[in-house]
């Protein structure tokens, strides 16, 4: 392997190749599920949550960054007999939210989630307050999509809490959007995560972590017992070992890890 990519570098790590070469970075990082993100087929989501949850006894779901609830409902229309628990912060999202789902296993929580208690600070656009990027780091909305930011206080609630005052004992899957936060929210659920009473985890990884200055690595430290894996459209590939040149792409790609047997 490197004796090849020795020799490729002699020949073609040359300025006239830069271009092509750019061009075939974003086709393999495409293949190797990244950028993957104009819908949730290409994404690998549809087919994970059919192949996870297809046939699959009641569960509890935890549904972390719910936005209007369309991973909530896609869950509910392949498995009607799960539970979810949805969490949305944003005020004006989280009606959109209840109005999106209709159902007695469906609850929503007006709160964001975090490795503490508190209130915080939620940013969305100033021209389009209620999109599917607020987040609790400005940077995500000012400067990866420069734009204007305006602030919501939030309540923050952790996992954990939630988790022992509702009486749940095992989570079939934790899944989380939040914009850059996901890492706080695994760490607000450690107490579960080391019983080995969450299942699943979904979460996305993406260039939202290099504003909450959050590294793969994080995740692999954090969460030793589970098996990470990346979704293709069709499919998903074990990471078998972590490396910083394969893992620490700051770009869209979504991530599960599944606990190990």
């Known amino acids: 392997m490197m004796l090849?990519?020795?020799?490729?570098?002699?020949?073609?790590?040359?300025?006239?190749?830069?271009?092509?070469?750019?061009?075939?970075?974003?086709?393999?990082?495409?293949?190797?599920?990244?950028?993957?993100?104009?819908?949730d087929k290409v994404s690998g989501e549809a087919e994970f949550v059919k192949r996870y949850f297809k046939n699959r006894p009641a569960g509890v779901v935890l549904d972390v960054g719910a936005n209007i609830g369309n991973y909530s409902k896609s869950l509910l229309a392949t498995n009607p007999a799960i539970s979810i628990y949805a969490f949305e912060p944003h005020p004006l999202t989280f009606l959109k939210l209840k109005e999106n789902i209709n159902a007695e296993n469906f609850h929503a929580v007006n709160a964001a989630v975090g490795a503490q208690t508190g209130v915080l600070s939620l940013y969305d656009y100033q021209d389009n307050?209620?999109?599917?990027?607020?987040?609790?780091?400005?940077?995500?909305?000012?400067?990866?999509?420069?734009?204007?930011?305006?602030?919501?206080?939030?309540?923050?609630?952790?996992?954990?809490?939630?988790?022992?005052?509702?009486?749940?004992?095992?989570?079939?899957?934790?899944?989380?959007?939040?914009?850059?936060?996901?890492?706080?929210?695994?760490?607000?659920?450690?107490?579960?995560?080391?019983?080995?009473?969450?299942?699943?985890?979904?979460?996305?990884?993406?260039?939202?972590?290099?504003?909450?200055?959050?590294?793969?690595?994080?995740?692999?430290?954090?969460?030793?017992?589970?098996?990470?894996?990346?979704?293709?459209?069709?499919?998903?590939?074990k990471i078998e070992k972590y490396k910083p040149v394969f893992c620490e792409i700051f770009a869209y790609q979504n991530i599960v890890a599944i606990l190990k047997s």
């Open 4 to 39: 090849l990519l020795k020799l490729y570098s002699y020949l073609f790590a040359r300025k006239s190749f830069y271009k092509l070469h750019k061009l075939l970075y974003y086709c393999s990082l495409s293949g190797l599920g990244v950028l993957n993100s104009s819908n």
């Open 129 to 237: 307050d209620g999109s599917s990027h607020a987040s609790l780091y400005q940077d995500v909305i000012e400067n990866i999509h420069n734009s204007k930011a305006i602030e919501h206080k939030v309540n923050v609630i952790t996992l954990s809490d939630f988790i022992e005052s509702n009486n749940i004992d095992k989570i079939a899957l934790l899944k989380i959007d939040t914009e850059g936060n996901e890492l706080n929210v695994l760490k607000g659920v450690t107490k579960q995560l080391e019983a080995g009473k969450i299942s699943a985890i979904h979460f996305e990884f993406n260039e939202m972590n290099v504003a909450s200055r959050t590294y793969f690595w994080d995740f692999w430290d954090l969460l030793p017992n589970f098996d990470f894996y990346r979704l293709l459209p069709n499919d998903m590939v």
